[in-house]
């Protein structure tokens, strides 16, 4: 691990000041993902400011009937917490299908959402990278890809974003909150938080400015129904997703859907929830046309289709 130096920050806007007149600086809350890519020398952050003391960990009500997470709530307060498990159950069941018991302990709600990629090409330094080393390439290319995503890649980076929590806050329409290093808030939908590659480099993954620090998400009021969380990995537990299907199903066969694992952000395509009444085939038909997958992982498809029409099998036995 390479040198650093190290501040505590008092307030939201001095951390995101410090940072984005610190070049190279890092925000540091729970530092799951982080330091363990600080110990492979893949992030290596000249200062770290250190954000814990922030006081932004609490789970309120909103004004219109939602919740307003705190950016430093752990993902294990966060999924027991009675409001969240009973009116957006799919959040509860999404978190508690990622990571192992220890992580969900120290992860954070804004860090599960900034996670890096899990793409063995981005975690080893002797390998090409566009992501890690801008320019360089591709390694999944013509690589072991069956991991990485059948859709919303380009030509620089086919990685899949490893995030489970983050595939429900995108059925449930939530929104990122934030503040500048001029002290100016701004909002940011789900939908347009998590960047594709594109063809331009470097490659952005998060839509942030320098300095930005997120301090909420807000998930809007309950919209009812039935809430799944579908997750398919190589293991019963603590592993990423292969496919993963976040679903809200209402009675009358109409809902959300959201996909992981099969993209670079959580993969949602609003149009193709109304064929849900038709059936899964037709609802990934939808989701996925113009899909460009792998030889090693073109299974994901027919694997979407086949977890989706699991939930709504689900979702049918539990109405009946």
């Known amino acids: 691990m390479k040198s650093f130096t190290y501040e505590r920050a008092k307030t939201p806007r001095d951390a995101a000041a410090?940072?984005?007149r610190t070049p190279g600086a890092k925000f540091l809350a729970g530092g799951t993902n982080l330091l363990d890519l600080m110990k492979l020398e893949i992030e290596t952050p000249t200062?770290?400011?250190d954000v814990q003391?922030?006081?932004l960990d609490r789970i309120e009500p909103t004004r219109d009937g939602g919740l307003r997470i705190g950016a430093f709530v752990t993902n294990t307060h966060l999924a027991a917490d009675e409001r969240v498990r009973r009116d957006y159950g799919v959040l509860t069941r999404a978190i508690v299908a990622g990571a192992s018991g220890q992580l969900r302990n120290k992860a954070t709600t804004a860090g599960n959402l900034l996670q890096r990629t899990r793409c063995p090409y981005f975690y080893d330094p002797n390998m090409p990278c566009n992501k890690r080393k801008p320019g360089s390439g591709c390694g999944a290319f013509g690589g072991f890809n069956r991991n990485h995503s059948v859709i919303g890649g380009s030509s620089l980076c086919i990685c899949a974003f490893p995030s489970d929590m983050a595939v429900a806050m995108r059925v449930l329409d939530a929104t990122v909150e934030t503040v500048r290093a001029d002290g100016s808030a701004r909002s940011i939908p789900i939908a347009d938080f998590?960047?594709?590659p594109g063809s331009q480099l470097p490659v952005g993954e998060f839509a942030l400015e320098p300095g930005e620090?997120?301090?909420a998400v807000t998930l809007p009021k309950p919209i009812g129904g039935r809430h799944f969380y579908q997750k398919v990995r190589d293991r019963s537990s603590y592993a990423f997703a292969?496919?993963?299907v976040a679903a809200v199903i209402q009675r009358d066969g109409t809902g959300r859907v959201a996909f992981g694992g099969v993209a670079p952000k959580p993969w949602r395509v609003e149009a193709a929830e109304a064929a849900l009444p038709q059936?899964?085939?037709?609802?990934t038909a939808a989701a996925f046309a113009g899909a460009a997958p792998r030889p090693d992982n073109a299974?994901?498809?027919?694997?979407?289709?086949?977890?989706l029409a699991s939930v709504i099998a689900q979702a049918k036995a539990e109405a009946a």
């Open 18 to 20: 410090a940072v984005a």
């Open 47 to 49: 200062h770290l400011v």
């Open 53 to 55: 003391d922030l006081k």
């Open 194 to 196: 998590h960047r594709l």
């Open 213 to 215: 620090l997120i301090v």
């Open 242 to 244: 292969l496919v993963s």
């Open 279 to 283: 059936g899964a085939a037709a609802v």
């Open 299 to 307: 299974f994901k498809l027919p694997l979407a289709t086949r977890a």
